[in-house]
């Protein structure tokens, strides 16, 4: 079955530095992509990232980088140059591909990040 | 603002009432869905239409919950009897189909109804 691990409940990062978010995925397909949300405290999930399984570089947008380890199961959300506005709840997320009509997405627990001053 | 747009954003509502909750996607986007979260959990599907037709639907959708697309716009997701159990908040998202992939398909969430139940 499908499942998404983030093993960080909540995360510090100092102002203009970086971080790493933890996402492990269990997916016995082939085809799959992955995806990292942003949900700050007013409740919208707003996309940031995404990667899938047959790219072969690793996802980047901006400040932020995805760091994709196949065959670790391993797709890591990297925030260069924290800003005081990056403090928000992070999700990791995952789509399979096999079924044609199956889109939903399935998504891990979450990570709280507080970025400090 | 092209954006998904959700009404109402707060819903405060007694047991045993009935409530519903409108979604309108990004106009161009003929996937939309809906998911629950509760407090401190990541958000779960609950269901997916495809233009009018409803594809999918999760366990967790019980026999008291309905969700409408009727002219593949805007949908309708109703709770009967409300139950202090629903008490989440209910997200909306819509789709197209990725550019040259199908994998992409990004979905874009709405900014969510949060309902409680006393």
């Known amino acids: 079955a499908q499942k998404i691990t983030q093993t960080q409940p909540g995360m510090f990062v100092q102002e203009k530095e970086a971080v790493t978010l933890d996402c492990t995925y269990d997916t016995s397909d082939q085809s799959y992509g992955l995806f990292w949300y942003k949900q700050p405290s007013s409740g919208e999930m707003i996309f940031l990232i995404y990667?899938?399984?047959?790219?072969?570089q690793n996802a980047t947008e901006g400040r932020y980088s995805l760091n994709f380890q196949k065959a670790r199961k391993s797709a890591n959300l990297v925030i260069s140059a924290s800003q005081l506005g990056d403090s928000a709840m992070y999700f990791c997320a995952m789509r399979e591909v096999w079924m044609d009509s199956s889109y939903k997405l399935i998504f891990g627990s979450g990570t709280r990040l507080l970025v400090r001053p | 603002d092209t954006g998904v747009s959700q009404d109402p954003r707060h819903k405060i509502t007694k047991r045993g009432q009935n409530v519903t909750f409108r979604c309108d996607p990004i106009?161009?986007?003929?996937?939309l869905y809906w998911y629950r979260q509760t407090l401190g959990q990541g958000p779960e599907f609950l269901t997916y239409?495809?233009?009018?037709?409803?594809?999918?639907k999760s366990r967790l959708l019980s026999d008291r919950f309905s969700a409408e697309r009727p002219k593949g716009s805007f949908s309708t997701l109703e709770i009967q009897r409300t139950e202090q159990g629903d008490s989440a908040m209910y997200l909306c998202?819509?789709?197209?189909?990725?550019?040259?992939?199908?994998?992409?398909?990004?979905?874009?969430f709405g900014p969510g109804t949060r309902l409680t139940v006393l």
């Open positions: 998202a819509s789709s197209s189909p990725g550019q040259g992939s199908r994998i992409a398909d990004t979905q874009y």
């Open positions: 990667q899938g399984s047959y790219d072969e």
């Open positions: 106009s161009e986007h003929n996937r």
């Open positions: 239409f495809q233009n009018e037709a409803q594809l999918e």
